[in-house]
Structure formats: C-alpha cells, structure tokens
Nanobody, 121 residues
Framework: QVQLVESGGGLVQPGGSLRLSCAAS????????LGWFRQAQGKEREVVSC???????YTADSVIGRFSASRDNAKNTMYLQMNNLKPEDTAVYYC???????????????WGKGTLVTVSS
C-alpha cells in the first residue's frame, strides 16, 4: 500500500519559517516526480514546487526566493522549506508523486492527505 504522509505544518507568525516533510512508503521516490501543492480556503489547488524524475525543478512565482523543495532518496522523503512566510501562504499543503514525471502539471499518481499551514500574528 502506497502512502505519502506530510508533517511539519502548524501556526507561524508572518516572516517565520516552517519545513514540511513528506515521507513515502510503498514506493521508491527515486523514480518519481515530486510535487508540493497547496489549497487555500475557497481557492483552487495550485502547484507550489516540483522536482521532476530527472531533477529539473519548478517553483511558483508567488514563492520564488522563499520556498525550496528538496528530496532525500535515501530517506524516501521530500521536503519543502518555507521562509519569510506571509498570511497569503495559509493553506493546506499536499505532497504528491507521479512515476517518471517530467513535471507536476499533469495527473499525479499518489497524494498525501495534507498538512495545514496557518500564517497569522
């Protein structure tokens, strides 16, 4: 059974930092494109960052210079480092994976259940 489990969300003040983790089981992340998505209340889900199966990267304009995704294949885990957080970053953050993906713009094979990030003073 494949599982992606996010952790690391929570409440943080504006300007603060969080690091999200996504631990995978049942699959080997080496062969997967890995994406971080978010969905704010009342808005559509959007891709935040993506690392393709070939290690090319994409970062949404809204978070460039503040967010950085990475993967640790040895730990079968992906991360999203979020710095200088803003209230508009408040959302449920999801990780997802697609086998031999060149991007995260198409369908993803597996999704986590999400972790809530709230940026508020």
């Amino acid at each position: 059974q494949v599982q992606l489990v996010e952790s690391g969300g929570g409440l943080v003040q504006p300007g603060g930092s969080l690091r999200l983790s996504c631990a995978a089981s049942g699959i080997t992340l080496d062969y997967y494109a890995l994406g971080w998505f978010r969905q704010a209340q009342g808005k559509e889900r959007e891709v935040v960052s993506c690392i393709s199966s070939f290690d090319s990267t994409y970062t949404a304009d809204s978070v460039i210079g503040r967010f950085s995704a990475s993967r640790d294949n040895a730990k079968n885990t992906m991360y999203l480092q979020m710095n200088n957080l803003k209230p508009e970053d408040t959302a449920v953050y999801y990780c997802a994976a697609v086998l031999w993906g060149t991007s995260c713009s198409g369908g993803m094979d597996y999704w986590g259940k999400g972790t809530l990030v709230t940026v508020s003073s």
